[in-house]
T-cell receptor
Framework: GIQVEQSPPDLILQEGANSTLRCNFSDSVNNLQWFHQNPWGQLINLFYIPSGTKQNGRLSATTVATERYSLLYISSSQTTDSGVYFCALGAGNKLTFGGGTRVLVKP | DTAVSQTPKYLVTQMGNDKSIKCEQNLGHDTMYWYKQDSKKFLKIMFSYNNKELIINETVPNRFSPKSPDKAHLNLHINSLELGDSAVYFC?????????????FGPGTRLTVL
């Protein structure tokens, strides 16, 4: 089946730092989505990005479909960025989620 | 207005009981889903419905029975609850099917089976 691997599994940042999260996937992609699960459990869709680069405020994402990876960049991190970041690969009729990167931003 | 809503938010029950979780979306989407998130935060799809028709059933035990009375609602009924059913259950919706469209998630229902 489809494999979606995220790295690193855990990330501790000092407020203001920049970071890059990676998502590798095993299959060709209909779409790739990034989600943030905040400490209260809510899942928020950050990007729908089957290819190319998108930016939304301090967050940006790049997917290189031919090389089967996607990157999520967090710049000038804030404590509200804490939580778990998931990438999910869309293929066929469903999304397959990676294991997530748990991010803690310290003040 | 909440786009995807679930009730209840928390559910604590005894083994062997039957319970239901309700989901409603007001986004006008055609497709709805149920996901299960385990204690290690791993998210896995359970079911997908498109216009009230079952599209995906990911080898979920038949104690779990989804029901879609209309395309804005997808409820999940669980019979004979087991300890391993304890998890957070998320409902989601999208305009088009499965892997081809942005999915919007509800707030989750934390189920604890004692």
């Amino acid at each position: 089946g489809i494999q979606v691997e995220q790295s690193p599994p855990d990330l501790i940042l000092q407020e203001g730092a920049n970071s890059t999260l990676r998502c590798n996937f095993s299959d060709s992609v209909n779409n790739l989505q990034w989600f943030h699960q905040n400490p209260w459990g809510q899942l928020i869709n950050l990007f729908y990005i089957p290819s190319g680069t998108k930016q939304n405020g301090r967050l940006s994402a790049t997917t290189v479909a031919t090389e089967r990876y996607s990157l999520l960049y967090i710049s000038s991190s804030q404590t509200t960025d804490s939580g778990v970041y998931f990438c999910a690969l869309g293929a066929g009729n469903k999304l397959t989620f990676g294991g997530g990167t748990r991010v803690l931003v310290k003040p | 207005d909440t786009a995807v809503s679930q009730t209840p938010k928390y559910l604590v029950t005894q083994m062997g009981n039957d319970k239901s979780i309700k989901c409603e979306q007001n986004l006008g989407h055609d497709t709805m889903y149920w996901y299960k998130q385990d204690s290690k935060k791993f998210l896995k799809i359970m079911f997908s419905y498109n216009n009230k028709e079952l599209i995906i059933n990911e080898t979920v035990p038949n104690r779990f029975s989804p029901k879609s009375p209309d395309k804005a609602h997808l409820n999940l009924h669980i019979n004979s609850l087991e300890l391993g059913d304890s998890a957070v259950y998320f409902c989601a919706s999208s305009h088009r099917q499965g892997g081809t469209d942005t999915q919007y998630f509800g707030p989750g229902t934390r189920l604890t089976v004692l």
